[in-house]
């Protein structure tokens, strides 16, 4: 089983980063929270304090168009909000 980790860089993301040194990431569905702080530590380095997941349900989206009203869903996932120790950080930015 690969576990895909996408980080989410928002401006509400970004506030909690730099007040609370919480990140946030975008994960399979079918990680759990052990699975996700191991992944963190390996890929960035970092020691991870406490890791919170949830789940963003899929939302109804519609648009009207010139032949009529387009119905469809926005996909849902899984988010994980994870808690790093105190002086450590992680640079989105540095691999660009």
Known sequence: MEIKIQPIVTEKATQLTEKLNRYTFRVSLDANKYQIKDL???L????VVNVNTLIVRAKNKSRYTKS???RGTKSGYKKAIVTLAEGQNIDFYSNI
Request: glycine content about 20%; aromatic content about 10%.
């Open 44 to 47: 960035y380095g970092v020691k």
């Open 68 to 70: 009529g009203l387009l």
């Open 40 to 42: 963190v530590e390996k």
